[in-house]
């Protein structure tokens, strides 16, 4: 049963690194911006997304074997949450649009 527990695990952390491709750096660069706080859902705080990418920010910095369920399971989210986004991809050109800077606060930059 661990066995494949640690498949699973192994597998997300995979598609997590593929999923997210900004380093932290950028991603910590890019969610200081006022752009990045324009978008997102939030109950007048700081929005989903937001809060994501500060938390992938430490999961990228974090090394394999100190993950915890809880940081895999996050890692799924974001997955998830990518892939669901890139199937959006609105027409024209998308450098300034809510829809990359959503994702950019995820960890992924469409124009990478």
């Known amino acids: 049963m661990t066995e494949k527990k640690d498949d ?5 952390v995979k598609e997590f690194e593929d999923a997210v ?15 990045s706080r324009s978008v997102g ?5 700081e929005s989903v997304g ?7 920010v430490e999961l990228l910095r974090t090394k394999k074997g100190d993950l915890s ?12 949450y990518v892939h669901r986004h890139l199937k959006q991809r609105p027409k024209g050109d998308v ?13 992924h930059d469409p124009e990478k």
């Open 8 to 12: 699973d695990r192994d597998g997300t």
């Open 95 to 107: 450098t300034d649009t809510p829809w990359r800077y959503s994702l950019m606060n995820w960890g």
């Open 69 to 80: 369920d809880d940081d895999v399971q996050h890692m799924r989210k974001v997955v998830g």
């Open 50 to 56: 937001h809060a994501s990418g500060r938390r992938i």
């Open 21 to 35: 491709n900004m380093t932290p750096s950028a991603l910590e660069k890019w969610l200081d911006t006022d752009e």
């Open 41 to 45: 859902q939030s109950d007048g705080g």
